[in-house]
């Protein structure tokens, strides 16, 4: 007769220090399995070592050395607020988890909402998570304070052209943000310091604090950790201490002609593009020169197909645009959204076209810093992901082994702003005609197994339409969202006097450039003690509003007509005309039995003329030119 032996319990068997350490390298997924087995597990996880368990590195994301606390989350760039209210590091470890869950989801669930900032289109614009703030330029000029919670106008600066004598931002001026200073430039080669939570200042009202003059034409700047980096296209550069009052040039740079107005910095140094030659590195400090990356060394190379994905009928986007409207309330969940993309060893063949961009001089725009990671943009389409810029300048072996190239399908076209990138958390976004890719990396912010990657990468659209399609002017990644200027369908604001017939009103639709979110952040189960919502308040649930004011509405359906609609339509090009016109009835239709929805319109902006409204897309060209 034989006896079957059992395998003792390992919490009688070993010691706690010795299950504690197996532990810690368990996946989420086999602890909450574990905590059923048996009162035993679940009290030795659950409730003896919750909190030695839970804050392990390999089970929360902390700040470097640890925390005591939760005071750390206090920098998380969250729109939903997803970890206010964490109760526990168990807590945190499920809210982390299930965000980056869905993160890495080929087709991730989204909720949308578009923010217009009064009748003009966005140009750049920065979110304060801290003070729920939104800060923006626009085409036509100014600077704009919004509340990031409620989409009100807080506070704003008009426009140079029609406050030449004052204070006033000039039209496409760019815009740099922390932590409660804002940086712009204006006429002149001078660029402006202002700063909010001054003594007596409201909400969201800044103050003027320097004019920082150059007597040389600035291409750009950027503002972090606390410097300000200027470029000069005439082969200089500037460093300013902006933790001093006003604030204080620290270094003076003398760089090569012709940097291209795209810079980044990290704590000691600053990479400047340089069109064609690459990107240079200087010591923020000493100014020395400290090497080259040029992304044309890289040997290691992979490319991106077009996403194939279906599209509605001009009628049928016109129709959805106009029905949704500048809906500042996050959305219901979808799965529609993103669009899985693929990469792929080797590069793209080349183009047999003998003037595509591919076959010229590659020229390089925007770059951008993350820790050890640096990503660069080029004209071609092509991506440069070097991991460890550091040791890439060491040389080209060095090079070639801390980078890659990611080629995708370009024909420069949307090159003209230079290009725009975003990086954070092991994943970089960029802009491909139409579209934005964000492509996922390795934990080493290297490309991954392109055959079994851990997460997945995706595309989105830049328009509510095709034919509003423009060049993003800016986007990032955020811990819980994605944010990026988006052209759609904006409501203007009616006139008082407007007292003409229904059938002949004016369309108060037009194209316009707006603020989207598209926020990845997970339903956390009221089970927990969390809020289903978790952007929404108790008191907002219960009456329906949510981020939505009552207040602010886009005007009834019944105040469009179909003369209106066919005015917009004709301000969508022929091709779009010829289409929509003979399905215009069903346009009409489609909204007018849509549900009407909320929409942001700021009440001390003056309508446009007829004259400004038809020449918006025109004054947008000449621009990016």
């Known amino acids: 007769m034989t006896t079957t032996s059992y395998a003792a319990d390992p919490l009688s068997a070993l010691p706690p220090e010795i299950v504690l350490r197996v ?9 909450a399995n574990l905590t059923v087995v048996s009162k035993a597990w679940h009290r030795f996880i659950d409730v003896t070592h919750q909190d030695a368990i839970y804050t392990s590195e390999s089970k929360t994301t902390q700040p470097p050395g640890g925390s005591r606390d939760f005071s750390f989350l206090s920098d998380s760039t969250c729109f939903t607020k997803f970890f206010d209210g964490t109760s526990s590091w168990k807590d945190l470890c499920k809210r982390q988890t299930l965000l980056a869950r869905n993160w890495a989801e080929s087709r991730p669930i989204t909720r949308e909402c578009v923010l217009q900032v009064g009748n003009d289109p966005i140009w750049r614009f920065r979110a304060d998570f801290k003070r729920r703030l939104f800060l923006s330029t626009s085409h036509a000029g100014g600077f704009n304070v919004t509340d990031m919670d409620t989409g009100k106008l807080l506070w704003k600066l008009p426009s140079t052209l029609d406050n030449g004598d004052g204070d006033a931002v000039r039209p496409y001026a760019h815009l740099e943000y922390q932590d409660g200073m804002a940086v712009f430039d204006r006429e002149g080669d001078a660029v402006e310091v202002w700063q909010t939570d001054q003594e007596g200042a409201a909400r969201g009202e800044f103050r003027r604090i320097a004019v920082l003059n150059h007597d040389c034409q600035t291409r750009g700047f950027q503002l972090s950790h606390w410097t300000l980096c200027v470029v000069s296209s005439q ?7 902006m933790t001093q009052r006003p604030p204080t040039l620290t270094t003076h740079l003398k760089i090569e002609q012709g940097a291209v107005g795209h810079l980044d910095q990290s704590k000691d140094a600053v990479i400047y593009s340089m069109g064609a030659h690459g990107y240079h590195v200087y010591d923020k400090t000493s100014g020395a020169f400290l090497g080259v990356l040029h992304p044309s060394n890289c040997t290691d190379k992979y490319h991106i197909n077009p996403p194939v994905a279906a599209s509605p009928s001009a009628s049928q986007a016109l129709a959805g645009a106009v029905r949704a409207g500048p809906n500042y309330r996050l959305g219901d969940r ?47 389409g092509r991506v440069f992901v070097c991991s460890d810029w550091r040791k890439a300048l060491e040389g080209d072996a060095n090079l070639a082994a801390n980078s ?9 076209s949307s090159f003209d702003l230079g290009g725009w990138l975003s990086v954070r958390n092991h994943r970089l976004m960029f802009e491909i005609h139409d579209r934005i890719y964000v492509v996922a990396l390795d934990e080493d912010n290297k490309i991954q197994d392109v055959d079994n990657p851990a997460r997945a990468s995706f595309s989105l659209l830049t328009s509510s339409m095709p034919q509003l399609a423009v060049p993003v002017s800016f986007m990032a990644l955020y811990d819980d ?22 059938h002949e009103r004016p369309a108060r639709i037009f194209p316009t450039k707006v603020i989207r979110i598209v926020s990845l952040a997970p339903t956390l189960s009221l089970k927990s003690g969390s809020s289903s919502d978790v952007h929404v308040s108790q008191d907002q649930r219960a009456t329906g509003g949510g981020l939505w004011d009552p207040g602010q509405r886009n005007p009834p359906p019944d105040e469009i007509s179909p003369a209106g609609l066919l005015q917009l339509v004709s301000l969508l090009g022929d091709e779009f005309e010829e289409e929509a016109e003979n399905d215009m009835e069903v346009v009409v239709t489609d909204f007018h039995d849509g549900e009407e929805d909320g929409g942001w319109e700021d009440e001390d902006d003056e309508e446009g003329d007829e004259e400004e409204e038809d020449d918006e897309d025109e004054d947008e060209d000449e621009a990016q030119a």
């Open 404 to 412: 890659s190239l990611i080629e995708c399908e370009s024909d420069g």
């Open 334 to 380: 979808r799965k529609d959204s993103m669009v899985p993309i693929e990469l792929a060893r080797g590069p793209l063949p080349e183009p047999s076209d003998l003037e595509h961009v591919r076959h010229g001089e590659d020229e390089w725009g925007a770059g951008m810093i993350h820790g050890d990671l640096f990503a660069g943009f080029s004209r071609a």
């Open 23 to 31: 532990l810690e390298f368990t996946p989420i997924s086999a602890l």
């Open 481 to 502: 969202t994605i944010m990026t200027s988006y052209t759609t369908l904006g409501w203007r604001q009616a006139q008082p006097e407007n007292v003409l017939p229904h």
């Open 235 to 241: 082969g200089q550069g500037f460093v300013y201490d």
